[in-house]
């Protein structure tokens, strides 16, 4: 969404980013491979892997490169947290309060500039809501599991919007009522699966409910 919506200012630049942002991706995780042997090979199995990174350097006296390292891990969460954001409080706000607030008759949608107004400030709030439960899943959940665990929950809620996407694509008899049932069906067996059984492990829900629920 970042890169095909908010940081496209022409849409020929979609041809570039159809194979360039593929293959950075494909470039960045090449380094994984030998990171991930390497930490499998030579740090016990009591060492998280999530820290491999780190603990490489340190376990042979890097010191400087951890310290590098440690540098380059701070920025890049940063940057991935303010990227995150921004692409989210700018859906919240084109899918969802925008369409809401033109559909009250008491929003004016005359005057340009109170409209670009209003829209920075829904932005806006909606970064401080989106960080601020983001904080508080981190502190209720998220230490409760490793970076993949999180990761895989993430990307399972992201896969329930790939049949609708494609069917609407390519399956010329696919409609919007079946495309919202079947997303709302694929969240509500994601959240069952996924949402709860970390909520139960974190001990905010009931814990029965992973063996009687």
Known sequence: FQVSVIENMEERHLRTASWLFPLYLFVINIFVLPIAFGGKLLMGPDTDADTYVLALPLQHGALSLSLLTFIGGFSAATSMIIVETIALSTMVSNHIVTPILLKVKGFKTNVHDTFHSSIL??????????LALAYLYDKLVGHQFSLVSLGLISFAAVAQLAPAVFGGIYWKDASKKGAIA???TGFGIWFY?????????????NSSLLTAG
């Open 121 to 130: 400030n829904i932005r806006r709030i909606s970064i401080v809501i989106i």
């Open 193 to 205: 699966t996924l949402v709860i059984p970390s909520m139960a492990s974190s001990e905010i829900i």
């Open 182 to 184: 079947g997303i709302a």
